[in-house]
């Protein structure tokens, strides 16, 4: 994947050439400046270059994609298809994916109507996985899709190398703008490690204001193992996310958490007491009053130590232990059926409860640093309410937004490497129906600015495939359906691989085939997905959808394991 390579297009003469895919976009509004804000607290920390900019230049923003709800109920691995979409309208700033530089998007998200939505406090959770300054290269492995899932090559999706101090004026101009995005009382949650932890810590504070600080998360994200057991002065196995609030005054949204956990019974009797009722721990009483506690005792929910009773005095109206010691509420853990027990307890500020990816391979996507649902769907539990708009300017492997939609927030997300847009969208696309049968909302990409060029050219590629129109049921030539059927599809990425193995099955080459049953030259809008679930599926290449009954332009756009995209056009 990578930097992004622009699609090579066939057109109904299978001429190969390559275009962008918002060619032919007409006339495009002028860039403008949006105004910042200043810091609201002291600035703590200096640095060569400092510069706390007063305004961004706001580029357009050129619609590149839209993808429909896709609800059609179907079998696990069947792609989705939908009717032709309309035009997303600018005013709709939901669930949008954005290709370009983050700064230029934040800018662009601020920029009232009409050429932009407008956004200026409308955002209630921001989330960003920024670079860690790891001075590293990250890298994905390109895999074939089939059995045992070989390896092909590899490629660079980003690189976290920051000359000088650049990395705080990068940081400290992207969180003033994030600032003019989020709402009163929303909260901002910066990921990060223990290499820029504490500069970070201060320049939120500069930006919100230190009385705008809510907490600091420690997350357990690996458990050390092998070599990292024995690292110099211990392994470095917790990331840490800063949380401030836009105004903690407003007050800042606040959903309190639970955690679940889970006990075989042998661990269970090593943790907790056991009586008639099952296993359970105490807590002090607290401020109960008298009636409450008699009312605990009633349900045998109070618990007398060394072997005491409790008894309890209406006259002195108090409720005591007989063999001295402090009386205890009884909680009880949850008998699952099964030989284990369940505990909730509330979630502190110490995460070691969400494994990272390590223990959890199911979600691996592939993409270098991806953090895990169930980190993210503790975030977005705690700060937002179903409807409510997140933000993602860092958005990566997609995760955020992926949680997000399952959990009925709006989105808007935005990545520089078009690897990461590509990742994000497939993940999202398998995401099909909901729960219930609900429509998985849609989603629009844009490019804003002038993203980088490809890190390299991309590999050439070789398509056969058919489109035409089929006879319907009842026999009649005026047909209302398409048939789209891929026979083979070739790149000469693999070539160095086919020196030494045999050729696999193409499909084995493609991770996704999308299909625009009105394509107009400027906006893709897909209306079949076939992107497998699955490592080892493969798409099927075989495609019947409705068509109108008047000539139009059916594109196919195939996505291979490098990122290479290769789009189709025939008129039919």
């Known amino acids: 994947m990578g930097a992004r390579s622009m699609p090579s297009t066939l057109n109904d003469a299978d001429n190969p050439r390559h275009v962008p895919m918002a ?14 804000g200043p810091p609201r607290g002291r600035a703590m920390l200096q640095w060569e270059g400092k510069q706390a900019p007063q305004q961004v230049i706001a580029p357009p923003a050129i619609q590149l994609e839209a993808h429909r709800a896709l609800a059609a109920e179907r079998e696990a691995g069947e792609p989705a298809w939908d009717a032709p979409a309309d035009e997303t309208t600018a005013e709709d700033p939901s669930n949008r994916l954005f290709y370009g530089d983050n700064k230029a998007v934040l800018a662009h998200l601020l920029r009232p109507p009409p050429h932009g939505p407008g956004l200026g406090g409308q955002v209630r959770l921001i989330y960003i996985d920024p670079p860690f300054d790891s001075g590293s290269d990250y890298t ?62 201060l320049l939120l504070e500069e930006v919100f204001g230190p009385e705008n600080y809510l907490n ?31 105004n903690r005054a407003a007050p800042t949204l606040w959903q309190p958490q639970k955690k679940r956990l889970i006990f075989t019974r042998r661990q269970a009797a090593a943790r907790f007491m056991e009586d008639e009722r099952g296993f359970f721990r105490t807590s002090d ?3 109960y009053s008298f009636a409450r506690l008699k009312a605990l005792h009633a349900e045998g929910r109070l618990y007398a130590p060394y072997g005491g009773d409790i008894i309890v005095d209406e006259k002195q109206r108090r409720v005591y232990a007989s063999n001295g ?50 980190l993210l769907r503790r975030i977005i539990a705690a700060s937002t309410r179903p409807g409510d708009l997140v933000l993602d300017c860092f958005v990566g492997s997609g995760t955020s937004v992926v949680v997000a939609q399952k959990m009925g927030r709006r989105w808007i997300a935005a990545d520089l490497n078009y690897g ?28 804003v600015g002038e993203p980088p ?27 209302h359906w398409v048939e789209v059927r891929i026979r083979d599809y070739r790149t000469d990425a693999l070539a160095a691989w086919l020196r030494s193995h045999p050729r696999p099955d193409w499909r084995a080459l493609v991770d996704a085939v999308e299909i625009d049953m009105a394509y107009d030259g400027q906006i893709f809008r897909s209306c079949l997905v076939d992107v497998p679930a699955h490592r080892r599926a493969q798409v099927s290449g075989l495609y019947r959808l409705p068509a109108a009954p008047h000539p139009t332009v059916v594109a196919v756009r195939i996505t291979d394991i490098y990122g290479h995209e290769t789009l189709v056009t025939r008129t039919v």
């Open 285 to 287: 009483p607290g401020t």
């Open 23 to 36: 060619s032919g976009k007409s006339v495009q509004p002028q860039a403008s400046p949006v105004a910042i």
């Open 325 to 374: 010691g402090n009386i205890g509420v009884k909680y009880y853990l949850t008998d699952l059926g099964d030989g284990r027990y369940a505990v909730e307890r509330g979630v502190d500020n110490l995460w070691d409860d969400i494994p990272g990816l390590g223990t959890t391979p199911g979600e691996d996507v592939g993409y270098p640093t991806q953090k895990t649902e169930a």
């Open 140 to 201: 994905r492995k390109i895999r074939l899709r089939t059995g045992r899932r070989p390896v092909v090559g590899e490629q660079v999706q980003y690189g976290d190398r920051w000359p000088g101090d650049s990395y705080l004026q990068f940081m400290y101009e992207r969180l003033l703008l994030l600032r003019e995005l989020l709402a009163e009382d929303g909260s901002i949650w910066v990921h990060c490690d223990y290499r820029q932890v504490h500069r970070l810590h």
């Open 420 to 447: 990461a847009i590509q990742t994000t969208r497939q993940r999202l696309q398998r995401l099909g129906a909901a729960p219930g049968g609900r429509p998985t909302p849609g989603f629009t990409l844009w490019q």
């Open 216 to 246: 600091t998360i420690a997350w357990r994200s690996q458990v050390a193992r092998g070599a990292k057991v024995n690292a110099f002065y211990f392994p470095f196995s917790t990331q840490y996310i800063e949380i401030f609030a836009k």
């Open 453 to 479: 060029p490809p890190a390299s050219e991309p590999a050439g590629t070789a398509v056969d495939l058919e489109i035409r129109r089929r006879a319907g049921e009842d026999g009649q030539t005026a047909s």
